[in-house]
């Protein structure tokens, strides 16, 4: 009875050594009478799981449009006949940002706080002794993001299609004159993932 014990007491004793995240463990069984039946049994389960996600999808549609041009002198007489259109200035920034996961494991193993001992010693002869000490720890942290963006930008801008029809005198020579000022376009597009941050 008693070399199945020691069998017994060397396996769990070889398990606590190849966990080295575990406290130490000690287990001791000496000097009891006959016949006398000793069980130990150490499973201590600490579980942590952290699971976080993130979703993020943005469609977004810009249009434009500007304006300063389809001027039209027809059958002037006399002065300058003259066009002169404004400036067309388009501008567009999209910003689209993933959301951000952040966790917090104050103990990242879950580990015990101190270590543990188990003695059987002492007892009679045919007695029964059972102790049953757990610890088992795991922290788990799983952290996933997705982020899609669909972004169109139209910008549209005139200042052409002007016309003088038809007119007498002008710029001061007699000639008509048609001045068209700048088109601007600008688009800005920034899309940022999502950010992970775990602290164990």
């Known amino acids: 009875m008693k070399k199945l014990f020691s069998f017994v007491l060397i396996a769990v004793m070889a398990l606590t050594m190849a966990t080295p995240s575990f406290a130490a ?9 006959k016949n006398s039946k ?13 699971d976080q996600s993130n ?11 500007g304006n300063t041009g389809k001027n039209d002198i027809k059958d002037s007489t006399g002065g300058d006949a003259d066009i002169r259109t404004g400036d ?6 999209v910003n689209v940002t993933g959301g951000d996961n952040t966790a917090t494991v104050s103990d990242p193993c879950g580990c015990p ?16 002794n059972l102790v049953e000490v757990n610890n088992i720890d795991v922290t788990y942290v799983s952290q996933t ?3 899609g963006a669909l972004v169109g930008v139209v910008q549209l801008g005139n200042t052409g299609g002007n016309d003088i029809k038809g007119t007498t005198g002008g710029d001061g020579s007699g000639d008509p004159k048609i001045v068209t000022n700048d088109v601007t ?13 775990a602290t164990l």
Request: charged fraction near 20%.
């Open 145 to 147: 993001n997705l982020t």
């Open 88 to 93: 067309v200035s388009n501008s567009a920034t």
């Open 38 to 50: 000793n069980i130990v049994k150490l499973n201590d389960i600490d579980v942590t799981h952290v």
């Open 25 to 33: 463990t000690r287990v001791k069984i000496k000097s009891n009478a």
């Open 185 to 197: 376009n600008s688009a800005t597009i920034t899309v940022s993932g999502s950010d992970n941050k």
């Open 113 to 128: 706080d101190g270590d543990t001992s188990v003695k059987i010693k002492g007892n009679g002869e045919n007695s029964f």
């Open 55 to 65: 979703t993020t999808l943005a469609g977004v549609l810009v249009v434009q449009a």
